[in-house]
């Protein structure tokens, strides 16, 4: 989720959001994958948390790897998401 690839994903994750088929249905994120992400990135997941709750629909995020939560965390962001108990192994 880096600048590089927001263009790209942008219409994937908002996509569900602006169909607006669904209300009140939660938005389930699975960010257990990524990688990378940057400021491009947390700007993509915080405008689909504002459209998502302009809907009436929760946005839950229900895997979230570590970069993602270490930048959610340095940026004071953690409080934004609803984001799922870190695995410890």
Known sequence: MT???AAELKPALLGPLAAGKTPHEALHLDLGGVAEI???GVQLLLLARELSAA???PLRV?????PVRQVLRLL???GAFDLPPEVTS
């Open 3 to 5: 600048i590089g690839r």
């Open 38 to 40: 940057d400021s491009a």
């Open 55 to 57: 809907r009436g629909k």
């Open 62 to 66: 229900v895997a979230c790897s570590l």
């Open 76 to 78: 004071h962001l953690t």
